[in-house]
């Protein structure tokens, strides 16, 4: 009942910048954790960064910190990933994810994200 669709991935040169949108929509109060994870081909899904829905608790992987900045929006069920310095080895396909308790999660489609010159 909860659907997540991730969007403003792309193509990019080393050193740029990217903003990635994360929309839910269905029933998502109360969540508990809501963020961003990539996959590059070949290797397994990672955490990057994820926000808590109340008192806010903001987690980054040591890959992207001072990086990476994650932002969330609850009135419009909305999370963001402002990526700067953007690295070559930043690219895979970024999928955004809601978590209610560790039996109950949710992903969005993915979107790629190519750095590249």
């Known amino acids: 009942q909860v659907q997540l669709v991730a969007s403003g991935g792309g193509l990019v040169q080393p050193g740029g910048s990217l903003r990635l949108s994360c929309a839910a929509s269905?029933?998502?109060?109360?969540?508990?954790?809501i963020g961003w994870f990539r996959q590059a081909p070949g290797k397994a899904r990672e955490g990057i960064s994820c926000?808590?829905?109340?008192?806010?608790?903001?987690y980054y992987a040591d890959s992207v910190k001072g990086r990476f900045t994650i932002s969330r929006d609850n009135a419009k069920n909305m999370v963001y990933l402002q990526m700067n310095s953007l690295k070559p080895e930043d690219t895979a396909v970024y999928y955004c994810?809601?978590?209610?308790?560790?039996?109950?999660?949710?992903w969005g489609q993915g979107t790629q994200v190519t750095v590249s010159s």
């Open positions: 926000i808590s829905r109340n008192d806010p608790n903001i």
């Open positions: 269905g029933s998502t109060l109360d969540f508990h954790t």
């Open positions: 994810n809601i978590r209610y308790s560790l039996q109950s999660d949710y």
